[in-house]
């Protein structure tokens, strides 16, 4: 159609598109930019198949859930400003963005949901001879999207082409003030310090932390390994054992009884040390289960050489958490179960991450489990004044011999300490 213009008007006798081409034309852009995220595989991800205080989980961890459920529910209705929802891997953010999407669809609103790879994907792809939106044209359009969702900000390969281009696109939202949803598993100190300062600020973004762990179990960390000792619990120690003496056996029962009440109270460290074999990992080993049934709360149980491990691995390439990321979250957990320390390769490099990990904990007074089989006078100087300080670290010597059940008979019963740590 030709609008009806006075003559001298810049769009005199310029044909433009009627108001029905200009919606359909709308809507079929709007329909590829959906088609980006690929929304309609998510429809089953609403508020209503949401579960925001699951079972299993800790108060704290569930307060945080609840919170962040209720703020996106909230955002759906009325999305307003920036919406940033963060934390690990599996804990519900992409299901409780898809929801907010789902939400507004439903209500005819349009709204853009990308994940942020696929995003500069079909950004590069607009480079292609074949193309059939310009790169200028979708730029543009994710610009001004009316409610633009950005998922797994982070997980994409940080070149300086997609840091410039995440960076363009959400300082123009930015300024603009558009409604923007965030989700990202990194740390805020770890994204782009331009990125940052602008997801720090208070007057537009609404920020949520989720604490809750990953809920797909076969995406789990690997760095605990508690799922092997389940069946280790107080209930199934024998602190009666027949091959000992009389005062042996009250001795070992005082000792549960310890254990048992560090569970209740706990605060600071409990080192049990004895030769191998004596019972310090079931130990160990049911005061983290008890601590779980009781409080829903994370526990990191790990044997020593097997948490270096984890911690070298992180400087693989194919790696995909950081050593800063896998370090914190060890030095935080809500308890860490050291099993065998003294059995590592003493290399400097080990001495001082162990360092690190155990002033923090020794510090905050986190509540940490030690086993060892080596004796006070053989720790390093750091780590003993820490077992011997009795403010912070209840020291046990467990003084029963090695058993082992499936033979039925005792081995050798030299006096702790046995072994002498590796140099």
């Not at 853009?112 to 044209?137: C, M, Q």
């Not at 900000?153 to 123009?172: D, M, R």
């Not at 005062?247 to 605060?267: A, H, M, P, W």
């Amino acid at each position: 159609m030709v609008p009806d213009l006075p003559p001298g008007h810049p769009d005199f006798g310029r044909a433009v598109p009627c108001s029905c081409r200009q919606q359909e034309r709308s809507a079929r852009r709007m329909r590829s930019l959906q088609s980006i995220g690929n929304l309609e595989v998510m429809q089953r991800l609403t508020f209503a198949s949401f579960t925001p205080e699951p079972a299993m989980l800790s108060a704290e961890k569930a307060k945080s859930l609840r919170m962040a459920f209720e703020t996106c529910r909230m955002y759906a209705e009325h999305p307003e400003g920036w919406l940033l929802l963060t934390g690990t891997y599996g804990c519900g953010k992409t299901h409780l963005a898809a929801a907010i999407a789902n939400a507004q669809l439903e209500l005819g609103a349009p709204v853009v949901f990308a994940i942020v790879p696929d995003l500069l994907d079909h950004l590069r792809g607009t480079f292609a001879p074949e193309a059939e939106t310009s790169y200028d044209d979708l730029f543009e359009q994710l610009r001004n999207a009316p409610l633009l969702i950005l998922d797994d900000l982070g997980a994409h390969s940080s070149t300086p082409w997609a840091q410039e281009k995440l960076f363009q696109l959400l300082n123009h939202r930015y300024n603009a003030q558009l409604p923007t949803v965030i989700t990202t598993n990194q740390r805020l100190d770890d994204l782009d310090p331009r990125l940052r300062s602008r997801l720090q600020d208070q007057d537009l973004v609404i920020h949520r932390q989720i604490l809750a762990p990953d809920f797909r179990p076969e995406q789990q960390t690997e760095l605990s390994s508690l799922a092997l000792h389940r069946n280790q619990t107080f209930a199934t120690f024998n602190a009666g054992r027949s091959d000992m003496s009389v005062d042996k056996r009250n001795e070992l029962r005082k000792v549960v009884s310890l254990c048992q009440r560090f569970v209740i109270d706990t605060q600071g460290w409990l080192v049990l040390a004895g030769e191998n074999g004596c019972g310090k990992t079931h130990l160990a080993a049911a005061i983290a289960n008890e601590f779980v049934d009781q409080t829903r709360a994370d526990v990191v149980f790990v044997v020593v050489p097997d948490l270096l491990d984890h911690l070298r691995a992180s400087f693989s390439p194919q790696s995909n958490v950081s050593l800063d990321r896998r370090f914190d979250e060890i030095k935080r957990a809500p308890m860490l179960i050291l099993d065998d320390l003294g059995i590592e390769s003493a290399t400097p490099w080990a001495r001082e991450k162990l360092f690190q990990l155990l002033n923090f904990r020794y510090t905050a007074m986190l509540p940490t489990v030690i086993t060892t089989c080596i004796g006070v006078e053989d720790l390093d100087p750091w780590l003993r004044t820490r077992v011997l300080d009795a403010s912070r670290c209840r020291f046990v010597a467990i003084t029963a011999p090695a058993f082992f059940v499936s033979r039925n008979v005792v081995s050798d019963k030299k006096s702790y300490p046995v072994r002498k740590p590796k140099q």
